[in-house]
């Protein structure tokens, strides 16, 4: 049984014959239904140069989610900081939590959410592409919301007040800095599901009492396509499957089609590639999603899940977090 929290990551996926403006409002739609169902918070990722997502502007799309919806916590999954002066996000994330107290999420990750040289265009240099400053400028962010070291540029908004911050990472460096600083964790495991009890037990070994949290608080995110059949679910999750291996490839597109994406000709390496994708995933009837979200909470004993559906239509997507909630709470 799964006593902890549900959380929703969504990265306003941009399908094929849409536009970008038709993915962000159909994660509007998403964000107020899945507020209805229960779900405690919503976070949209960042991204760049993929044509299939929209969410490249985390902070301007979260004050409007915030706007559309009433009680869900709404944030990043997460802000890059090493594309970003920290003053910027600290003012960004400061006037947020001014205009929405208590409700506002600031995941911060190290990777650039994106290749090379879009990550050279938003920095303008080629100093801080190996995020080595990362720890430095979460440091120099962290201050400008608390005010802990006097500095003589004050972040206004800001300064008192400040979003709940949380580390997010897919390997071990995020996880020990976030326990070293007593911070909250979130992990990709839906990307990187090799790595995630590594990584959950270097937070835990590393956590330090801190002024956010007494102890430990994992969050651990799941690619989760729920439909009513197992058959139905993997048909609705291959065009997901199928945007990935593109990127992977040098060739990202719009998310496809669920037809598209199973007439596509795959080899038998892109097959294998795939399989790997959804290892350790929730893809399935309700009956499967449960057992295997039941399983990845017992071993990785998550205090909240963050799912995640990659899905092509918004009615599909909608559906499958109210399949994934019910078969969780009426277990």
Not at 8 to 17: E, I, K, Y
Not at 60 to 86: C, D, Q
Not at 256 to 278: D, G, N, S, V
């Amino acid at each position: 049984m799964i006593d902890v929290p549900l959380s929703v990551l969504d990265v306003a996926p941009v399908a094929a014959g849409a536009s970008s403006g038709d993915a962000l409002r159909a994660t509007t739609e998403l964000a107020r239904a899945v507020e209805r169902m229960g779900y405690q918070r919503f976070w949209v990722a960042e991204h760049h140069n993929m044509p299939a997502i929209a969410s490249s502007a985390p902070a301007v799309l979260i004050a409007h989610l915030a706007a559309a919806t009433s009680t869900m916590r709404i944030g990043s999954g997460g802000v890059m900081l090493p594309n970003h002066a920290p003053l910027v996000v600290a003012e960004q994330f400061g006037t947020l939590s001014a205009l929405h107290p208590g409700r506002i999420d600031l995941g911060i990750g190290r990777a650039p959410g994106t290749d090379q040289a879009t990550a050279l265009a938003l920095r303008r240099t080629v100093e801080g592409l190996s995020a080595e400053q990362f720890p430095q400028e979460l440091a120099e962010l962290m201050n400008m919301f608390t005010g802990e070291q006097p500095r003589r540029i004050v972040a206004t908004p800001g300064l008192g007040e400040s979003p709940v911050v949380w580390l997010l990472g897919s390997s071990g460096f995020s996880a020990q800095l976030a326990g070293m600083l007593g911070l909250p964790f979130s992990f990709a495991h839906h990307f990187s599901a090799a790595n995630t009890l590594p990584a959950l037990a270097l937070y835990r070994q590393s956590f330090r009492p801190s002024r956010w949290l007494d102890k430990p608080y994992a969050m651990v995110a799941v690619a989760t396509v729920c439909a009513d059949t197992d058959e139905r679910a993997q048909w609705l999750a291959r065009p997901s499957a199928l945007s990935f291996l593109r990127l992977r490839q040098g060739r990202p597109q719009a998310l496809a089609t669920p037809e598209e994406a199973a007439a596509y000709p795959y080899t038998e390496i892109e097959r294998e590639f795939m399989a790997e994708r959804w290892e350790g995933q929730a893809i399935g009837s309700p009956e499967t999603v449960r057992r295997a979200l039941e399983d990845l909470q017992e071993k990785t004993h998550a205090d909240e899940l963050m799912l995640t559906a990659l899905v092509y239509d918004v009615e599909d997507r909608i559906r499958s977090f109210e399949l994934a909630k019910k078969a969780i709470t009426e277990s």
